[in-house]
């Protein structure tokens, strides 16, 4: 069983090369199985910055909470 702790924001990219963020919730089950709940944010963005702005004003991320594919 993998105990790698998933970063609870993803940016990455989409089609049309925007920028997109997702929000990612780990939980564990009764065995300690992780379980990752990810939402896609409608907003789209035009640099990885203003994600991450995004995420800490109404998320209140903090640095090294960032994942980008």
Sequence with gaps: ????N???F???T???GH???TVRET???SQGYP???SRLQAELF???TAARNFARDVFQAEPGQYATK
């Design 27 to 29: 939980r564990y089950n």
């Design 19 to 21: 920028f997109r963020l």
């Design 14 to 16: 989409d089609e049309d």
């Design 10 to 12: 993803l940016i990455n």
């Design 35 to 37: 379980l990752v709940t």
């Design 1 to 4: 069983m993998s105990r790698a």
């Design 46 to 48: 035009k640099t990885a």
């Design 6 to 8: 998933v970063k609870p």
